[in-house]
């Protein structure tokens, strides 16, 4: 008994981190987008969900927008309990019960109501909880825990400047309150359980510079982006909200087909955390018909698939999405007006 | 999460009814010739936008049913349902675009097969579009005070309440609102 103590706290002490939040959750891009497109959002623009992700194509935009959207994991029990371990308002029945998923979850709910005009755009969020967990090592279970709460505003500006050149500026604030850490599950039900879960508050600011080169004359519309994303400061360092630079390159275009509006496209994602060229490439595809479009997302870790429904201002929306052990459904819905 | 949902819920129910209406949005001269152009084009996308409606409207009606059978948790069930009857009424709709016309075709038929000369389909083209115009800019401006009032009414709610949840419930409505405001006021 005395060993196995032992050898836990070694391990404890060798991994006393919490989790990095993964990219696509600290993504600044409206959320039934980053889930359903990943980062090839930065390139395909047909897919018109609040602001675009790439801010130079708000230059392309020729009327005014106002999106409201409301999108969440279907995890609502689990997002309930995480709330409650956030502000403190479990008791130990209400921990067991939240750790009694022993499973990987990413989930997420937010609030999100944006206005575009040709540009510029500004978005706000008043609300989003994010919620991630990994469990490891079955026999003496290690939790990998981040709850957070996410208040966050952010503008866009854009301009047209040469030969289907555009350019545009993002700039995002976001407040966070977060638990994050890596410990053994007995720690949670232990004593311990006011430390562990003791909130921090961070503000983060990016400015995250977009560029696209945009052949809107040619028949298949083809376009090249590039983005320099969550580029910014922190009021303090964190493990969970890293300040990690993310250069994005993408080309897409719009085959002609007979009926609808067909958009396919490659991204290639560079960051701290790319291992290998595989990881850092995704393809995607969206397919716009009447009230419906259709979008599909692969790359080496991930895939996905959702759609959009459309019907005079409002849209409704699922999205499937796996990666390796996790897996979430995530529902849209929105006004456009 | 329960407030979430019913902020989104008021949310809908604030802009449903802006969403109901085909606006006629040619901003060109008085002119028969150039508005006749514009009509018939108009009702070529709009023959097209009706077979579009009718097509994904039939994928989302079926999509939705096997869906709604096939999914266990009750989100998507919830959303499948929706889908499948969206698919429906969309297909209703996509009819209504492809054969039957608006008020300006009615219009449009009406002088076009009409005896009067150029220039009195082009002075009467002046009067419709103006009153047209008229009426229009009022809708904007009845869309700007109600969303206007809406803002300030949750604002002053914000103001006024104890709880965060709601406090923030109301800020949310009062800023999109607010939002939608500014966005019709130009």
Known sequence: MFIRIFLLSLFICSLAWGETLPTAVRDGSTRFLSRSLGSACYTLDSVQRGLPCNPAVTAKERARRFDADFFAGTQAE????????????????????FFSHRESIEAEVSLEASFQAPKWGVSIEPYRLVAVSRFENPSLPMVDLVIAEEQSVKGQIASYIHDNFYAGLQARYTHVRFIGDYFALSEAMAGERDDLFSAQELDLIYL???????????????????VLAHWGVSSHKTEQYPIQPTGLLGASLRPVVPLGLLELGIQFELASETRNVRDAFRAALAYQLGILQAVLSVSDSDHSA??????????????????????????QLGVTL | MRVILFAAFVLFLSCAS?????ELSYDGEAHWNEFREYVLQQQKEEERKGLAYMISGTVAAIGGTIGYHQSEEIFSRTIFAITSNVGL???????????????????????DGSSLTLHQKNELLARYLSREREERENRRWIRVATHALIAAVNLYSASQENSSEMRSLFYFLGGANAIMAVSYSF
Request: no cysteine; charged share 15%.
């Open chain 1, 78 to 97: 689990y997002l309930k309990e995480a709330e409650n371990l956030l502000h403190g308002n479990s008791d130990e029945a209400q921990v067991a019960r």
């Open chain 1, 208 to 226: 995250e510079p977009g560029f696209l080169y945009a052949w809107e004359d040619l028949p298949w519309q083809p376009q090249i982006s590039a």
């Open chain 1, 306 to 331: 959702g759609f959009l429904l459309a019907y005079k201002s409002f849209t409704t929306g699922l999205s499937y999405w796996d990666q390796n052990q996790n897996r979430g459904v995530f529902i």
């Open chain 2, 18 to 22: 802006w969403g109901l209406e085909r």
């Open chain 2, 89 to 111: 009424a969309a297909i209703g709709l996509g009819a209504t675009y492809y054969w039957t016309g608006n008020e300006t075709d009615s219009f449009f038929y009406a002088v």
